[in-house]
Every structure is written in C-alpha cells, then in structure tokens.
C-alpha cells in the first residue's frame, strides 16, 4: 500500500483533493508543485498511517520504512544534497497536517539532519559560521521542545543568559562563537534533562515522525478538537510532511513571510501581509523582532515581490478563496512554503464572498454556503476592542443569551437602570433573573446579565428582541440585589463599578472594555442577502410587539410578524394598573369595565403594529402567563401597589396567595386563562379586529389578522374559544359594514397538541409551533431553571446542544414534523410556521426547511440571520 506522495520540481504524486489522506497542508503543497509555483521539493506520509499508528499499538506498517527511505532518496537526488553527508547535507523540516487545519496542535522542527558534523559542512557550503551555528541551536532547541519535550523555557533561559554575559539584546547581535558556546549549553540542557540528543540523522526523523503522530493525541489537540466539535471517525489523523529546507536567513537578500491574498480584517482587495529580511519563519512567530509591511518588499526586491504577487493571484483564482501564504526568500529566490485558505473577520468574509461574485470567481449560491450566519449576526452587533478584552479578566462564564458586546456600570434594580440611563450613563442590569416588569429597566442599559435562566428566559427572549448583549444563567454569580453587590468566588463587585458582557460568548468581563460600533446591514451585507432572498423557500418574519422593533425588523427584511405576545403591552406605565385592576375584579361586570379601559390602548397597539406591516401577515397571540405575573410579589411592593390601587394590603396579599402556583409554567396560563375569562379574549379580539376596521377606514391598509390562541392541548379548548372570538369579529365587522378577513389559528407547543393535530387543524386556520414550551414539555425541563443541569448535561456530552437554542431533531423536531404532516392531513393548505426561539437558529433552521415548513419567525436582529440560514437550507 502507497503511504508516501512525492512532490519535486512542478510534479506531485498528490492533489488537492486528497486532503483526507494528505491533509490540508500535504494536499496544497502537492497541488501547488503541479501548478508550477517554486515549492520546496519533500514527501507526505498520508495520514492513514496515523490511523494505523494508533490501531496497532504505536506501531507503523511494515511497508513505510522502506517507503520513507525511498523518499529521501529521490529528495536527495532533486537537491544534490545527501542526508547526514558533512559535505553536503540535506535538511529537512517535518511538520503535522490534518484534513482539517488545526493550529498549534504540533510545533514545526526546522532543520532536521544538522549534527555536530553536518553542521560544519553547512558552514563550509554557505560560507557562513554563524548561519550554520544559529541553525544548528535552533535545532536542538525545537527538536528537544517538539521532540523529547524538554520545557522550552529552559532553552529560552540559556539563551537570555548568554545575551546578558555578552550585554546585547538582539539574538542578531551573538556571533558565532557566542552560538557555538550556546549549542554546548543545549546539549547540557539535554543531559540534566536525563535525554539524549541523536547525532544520527536517520534517528532524528523517525523521532520526529513518531513525535507528530503522537502528538495527535496530546491534550492541545484533543481540546482543540472538541472545542470546534470535531468527533473521532471526522478525520483518520494527522500527516506528516517532510520537506527540504530552505534558508531565509542567509542574509539580507532572505527572509520570510506571510501574505493574505486580500485583507483578512476589512476584506479589501488588496495584498496585506508581513515580512521579515533576513529571518526564520519563527521569529515572526516569536514576535522578537517587528516584521515589516509586505510592501516593503517591493523596495528590496523589487522582482521577488512581482513574482509573489503573480503566485498570490494565481492562487486566489486557483482555489477562488482569499489565500493565506507563507513564504520564504533565499538569497533572492522565492519559495512558497504553504497556502490555505486565510481566516477573516465576519466583515471581511461578507466583503469577500460579495466581491468574488462580482469578479466571477465563483457563484451567488457559493457565496451564500461559505458566509456563516454568525458572520452576519456579527456585523450587526457591536464586539469589543480585541487588544483590551485580550487584557481584561473573565470572573464568570454564563449563557450566551443574545450577542454582542456591552460596557457600563453595574445597577441591581430596573428602575435605577432606568434613571441612570435617562441620564446618559451607561449601566450593565445584573438581576438573578428578570420578570416583565424589569423590561423598562433592560431598554435603558447597554446589557443584561443574570445569575439564572436558560436561553429562553425571560432575560434571554426579551434582549434578543431589543438586540441587546445578554448573558444568562451565570450560575456562579451570587446577585445580592438589596445589598448592592455580586460575587463570584473571591471577587466582589458593588453597585457602580464597571462589568462589561459579551453576549456572543457569555462571558462576563471585570472593568470597562472598549466596544467598536456594529457595521449594519448596508454594503455588502445587504447584497448578499438579497441574493439569499432568491434561493431561499422558507418565510422570515418577527417576534414584535411594539411597533418600533417591528420597524427594526422590516428594515432587516422581516416579511411579516410571526408573533406578538400582547401580554408585553400590558406592562406598560399606563397599562399595568388597569391591568391589575381586572386581576382584583371580583365580578364579571367589573372585570369587563377594566377591560373597557385597556381596549383603546390595545387597539392603538395593533394599530401601530399593523401600519409598520403595511399589509404583510400579522400573528397576535391572546394573554399566555400567569397572572400572578402582572402582580408584585415582595411585601413590600404589595404595600406600594395597594395603597395605588385603593385597596387594603391584606386583599392584594391575599389575590398574590391564591395566585401563586406550584408549576406556574404549567398551569394557569394560556388558553386556560381566557377559557376561565372569556371576556379577556372578547376584549383582545376586538382591539386587534377594531384596529384592523379602522386602519383600513381612515388609511386604506389592508390587513389579515391572525389571531392565536396559546398552549392548546385539545382541540375543544380551540373549539370554545375559537366559537368566541369569531361571534365577537364577525359582529364588529358587520357593524362596521366593511370587508375583513381574519384567521383563528394556534400555537402547537403541548406534546398533546402535536399528537391530536389532524383534530385540531380542523379548526385552526394555522399553525405556529411554540418550539419553546414544546421543549420545555417535551423534555420536561423547566426552561427557566435550565442553568442549573444543562452546563453538565453538555459538558457530559450527554445532550450535544442546548435543547433550547438548537431544535432537538430526533425528539421535539419529530413532534413539529408530525405535527405538520397530521394538520395538513385534514387541512392541506394549512399554513404552518414556527415562532419559538428556535426559528432564529441556523441549524434549527436547516430542519424547519426540510421538513417543510412555511416560515420561521424570530427576534428582529435574527431576521437577517435567519434569511442566510434559510438560502443555505435551500441549498
Ligand atoms: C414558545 O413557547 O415557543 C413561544 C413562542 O411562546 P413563549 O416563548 O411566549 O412561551
Ligand atoms: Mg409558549
């Protein structure tokens, strides 16, 4: 069996497509040999010998002995060199390589052959003591660090103390006799280590070799590995590459470098990278000395930067992706040492993918696969100054409940958040969780960050809908609201000190972070997505409430609202009392007199709502929480609130009481609440057909309200509320003597509604998935209490996801895809959507357009988001 590929002189046994077995190193060097760019010549042991390595004990197959001896022998003879000769020798570099880039998962050795006899032949060749000492303890420096993992620090350590016995700061400054004597202080370092260094060339490399396979399995890599979820059976391992070496610090006519085919920060089209004369490829590493702009290059070797610049464009169009290329010049000629396709910010990625349509590099379709839906979510949040959060120091690790970066001063209670934010100050909310009357408090600061709570907390929904940072479920903060401060293990902080959050990672910072402000949707950005509207099939609308996110959610390309939960109007200044004075009526008369009060307000609301849609489809929900909800819950709040109300504090207190649930979240709420109260569903149903009359009376809009009735369960809940609604629409419509139509649809978020759809669609005109409340059911976990397992149940890999962020396929998924099917069953052109969190979820998205569901619904800053996710499903 072939394990060894060869690549010499503008001929590669490999190609680019065999990444799998040369990785993504040995297949582009192979395919650049065939291209004809000036790659150093060398071989690639395939990465299935790394399997075998690792299905055999640590051993190698019998064949890639002979193969590797085969291999040096050719390499020997394209460069007139031999390995191990005095005279002449032939150095090497040995390098790993999987299919997938993994940076930093093994060290390069550079040098490899040199000894205490080849190094005076090189001496000798390059006429150069120094060059060849220099290389000779560079050498033993890697190869005891990679190799025989001698600490590196002590290498590091000889080498500042010669430099101080000599007084010179630079390594450039030690001559040659100083690297002489620096070599034998190696070669102790070897010997108090209890470790041999191998004066036999032959020896050296299979160390080497043996040393990047088992650095496969070494601690970096597997980290590394599990971080970018990358599962064992993804890859059979890494290669090993072995190529001649070639020199960039012969003098000033060498040197090495990196160039991007186009700027990896902005995504300019236009070369960008760095160069160092005179310098081995890990001093620009080292960061010891500042490399200089590439341009430069052009000043000092005006005919190797042409040339370069020819490669780079070549590359680019070769593999039409911006290229990131390592380079080296010795003496005056060129080298191309490696070529991948070159990491970039968000920005950079759009602008990129936008351009190389433009340029007709490649397709709409490709560019819209290679652009992730974070890069868009990215541009559209503000991220911190890299170099300061690099220094500021994480205390705590929370959810990451809505994403972006934000600053301010810590504020324990939503009314201060407020105040202070009235008052231009910038304030981050920490509560241990947050409850609608909090929301005034969240609008005013930077960010939200709780102690508890999942991704489909309260905190969680409502930040994502304003687009503000969050970070949630922090379960090590202990919030001490009354007393002003938190804590995570020995860190205090009080009120009015800085935190800074970001809510892309959850992380939460000490001190004040510099944020850089988001780009937007304009450029680029907004091209591509255009194009993502053309392919995609799925819908994308909006979880709005209040006619200004709805706008923020239309100018990103919401093509409707997919939910409004109108409870979150009624905790508005003005609301909230009446509100509460319907929760106290004892009567039905009173409860309705209460109502009266809230109908124009409402009205006014859908009003507003309908007027920013201009005729796009409007979902409103009918009142979903428990009541105790718009009531307060402290002894104290209860005092204030009753003394507003005109009632005694023993009555409030009492109505709390018999409010309070053991389950809230399963228990008086949704449609059981306007079943109990019909008169609450008369009055919401005449606000939303009332505005719809009046809308289309005075301002000529047309609209097509859809009412929806939450947490049904059984088709007779629908039933009875549905008989409701339609006797108290139909009677305004007539009234008002104008043509209206509305839709009566439901939210299917109880497993039971999943299972009896075929029932149910029978008399809903819709379906709107709850995707939240079916997770929480289906899986039984309280979504607001899920910070206090899901860390572990992830951690254990018993659960791959959050089940509340990305759709549970195989459990919640079959119910959403049988649930359709049953529906349409007995309703075939039943509209079917989802409006839980999930519908602002890539890979939940990816689902939902599978089985084919109509439209997804989300937060506003999700819209964009969810447009390039649903084109890419489409692909
Ligand atoms: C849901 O349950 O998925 C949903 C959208 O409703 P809410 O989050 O308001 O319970
Ligand atoms: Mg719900």
Redo the contacts with the bound molecule.
């Keep these: 069996k072939k394990y060894v590929y060869f690549f010499a002189n503008g001929k590669a046994e490999g190609r680019a497509d065999m990444k799998d077995i040369l990785g993504g190193k040995g297949a582009n060097l192979a395919e650049m040999t065939n291209l004809g760019i000036p790659v150093p010549p060398g071989f690639t042991i395939s990465a299935e010998v790394c399997k075998y390595y690792y299905d055999h004990g640590r051993t190698y197959p019998e064949e890639l002995k002979e193969q590797v001896e085969e291999a040096m022998r050719r390499l020997e003879e394209v460069t007139g060199k031999k390995f191990g000769d005095p005279n002449n020798p032939l150095l090497v570099s040995v390098r790993s390589g999987a299919a997938i880039s993994m940076p930093g998962m093994m060290d390069t050795v550079l040098n490899l052959g040199l000894n205490d006899e080849t190094v005076k032949g090189l001496a000798k060749l390059t006429n150069n003591e120094r060059f060849a000492y220099d290389a000779y303890r560079r050498f033993l420096q890697m190869f005891g660090d990679v190799v025989l993992k001698i600490p590196h620090e002590k290498f590091e350590k000889a080498l500042e103390e010669l430099k101080k016995e000599k007084g010179v700061k630079l390594d450039t400054e030690l001559d040659a006799e100083d690297l002489k004597k620096l070599v034998e202080r190696y070669k102790q370092i070897y010997k108090e280590e209890g470790k041999e260094f191998p004066q036999d060339p032959w020896k050296q490399l299979w160390l080497a070799i043996d040393a990047v396979f088992g650095s496969w399995m070494n601690e970096r890599a597997i980290k590394y590995r599990q971080i970018h979820g990358i599962k064992e059976g993804d890859l059979l391992g890494t290669a090993v590459n072995i190529v001649a070496m070639v020199f960039g610090n012969m003098g000033e006519d060498s040197g090495t470098g990196v160039a991007f085919t186009r700027d990896p920060n902005t995504g300019e089209k236009k070369p960008y990278g760095e160069f160092l004369p005179n310098a081995q490829g890990e001093d620009v590493v080292a960061g010891i000395r500042t490399p200089l702009k590439l341009e430069e290059l052009k000043n000092r070797m005006p005919e190797v930067y042409n040339q370069l610049l020819e490669i780079m464009d070549k590359l680019e169009k070769h593999y039409r992706d911006m290229q990131d290329i390592e380079f080296t010049v010795e003496r005056g000629k060129l080298y191309i040492l490696q070529t991948r396709n070159g990491k970039r910010t968000s920005q950079a990625a759009i602008r990129i993918a936008v351009d190389m349509v433009h340029e007709g590099l490649i397709t709409k379709e490709e560019a819209i696969l290679r652009v992730r839906p974070e890069d868009v979510e990215q541009v559209l949040h503000p991220v911190f100054d890299p170099k300061e959060k690099a220094q500021a120091k994480v205390i705590a690790k929370g959810l990451p409940a809505s994403p972006g970066a934000a600053t301010g001063k810590v504020v324990f209670n939503a009314k201060k958040a407020e105040e202070l934010g009235k008052a231009g100050e910038q304030v981050i909310l920490v509560r241990p969780e947050t409850s609608p009357e909090d929301v005034g408090g969240m609008a005013a600061a930077q960010g939200i960050l709780t102690s508890r709570g999942g991704m ?1 907390s309260h905190a969680a ?1 409502v930040a994502r809908g304003m687009g503000k940072p969050a970070v949630v479920g922090a379960e090590s903060i202990e919030v001490h609201p009354e007393e002003g401060y938190f804590k995570v293990g020995d860190v205090v902080v009080k009120e009015g000190e800085w935190i800074s959050i970001d809510g892309t990672t959850g992380e939460v910072l000490l001190g004040k972070v510099t944020t850089i402000k988001p780009q937007g949707l304009e450029g680029p950005v907004a091209e591509l997505l255009q194009w993502a509207d053309e392919i995609r099939r799925l819908g994308v609308r909006t ?1 709005a409430d209040i006619p200004r996110d709805a706008e923020v959610a239309r100018k990103f390309g919401a093509e409707g609202i997919g ?1 409004c ?1 109108t409870e979150h109007m009624f905790f508005e200044k003005d609301r909230i009392p009446k509100v509460r004075r319907m929760i106290l009526a004892k009567t039905k008369e009173e409860r309705e007199k209460a109502l009266d009060e809230l109908l124009p307000l409402q009205k006014e609301d859908f009003k507003g709502l309908f007027r920013v849609m201009k005729g796009l489809p409007v979902t409103i929900r009918l009142i ?1 929480p428990p009541l105790h909800e718009f009531l307060p819950q402290e002894d104290e709040q209860i005092k204030e609130v009753a003394e507003q109300m005109g009632v005694s504090f023993e009555e409030l207190k009492n109505v709390v009481e018999n409010l309070k649930e053991l389950n809230p979240m399963l228990g008086h709420r949704g449609c059981r609440l306007t079943i109990t109260y019909p008169e609450i569903a008369v009055m919401q149903t005449k606000a939303i057909i009332g505005a719809a009359i009046e809308l289309k009376k005075e301002e000529g809009i047309d609209v097509i309200p859809e009412i929806m009735i ?1 947490l049904v369960g059984h088709v007779n809940e629908l039933r009875y509320l549905k008989k409701i609604i339609k006797e108290t629409a139909d009677a305004l419509i007539k009234e008002a003597g104008v043509e209206l139509t509305y839709k009566i649809g439901t ?1 299917i ?1 109880v497993p039971r509604a999943a299972v009896t759809a075929h029932q149910i669609a029978e008399e809903a005109e819709f379906f709107s ?6 997770t929480q059911m289906t899986f039984g976990f309280s979504r607001d209490d899920v910070g206090k397992f899901l860390p572990e149940y992830l951690e254990k890999g018993i659960l791959e996801h959050d089940p509340f962020k990305t759709l549970d396929y195989d459990g919640v998924g079959e119910l959403v895809r049988m649930g359709k099917e049953k529906g349409r069953s007995t309703r075939p052109d039943l509209k079917v959507g989802v ?3 999930h519908g602002g979820d890539p890979r939940s998205i990816l689902f939902f357009d599978k089985i084919g569901l109509d439209y997804v619904s989300c937060s506003p800053y999700r819209v964009p988001v969810a447009r390039l996710a649903a084109a890419q499903a489409a692909l």
């Design positions: 489909t929904v979880n939910l939960r979903d939450p939210m978020e998935f709850g995707t939240n409340d079916l409006c839980g969190e």
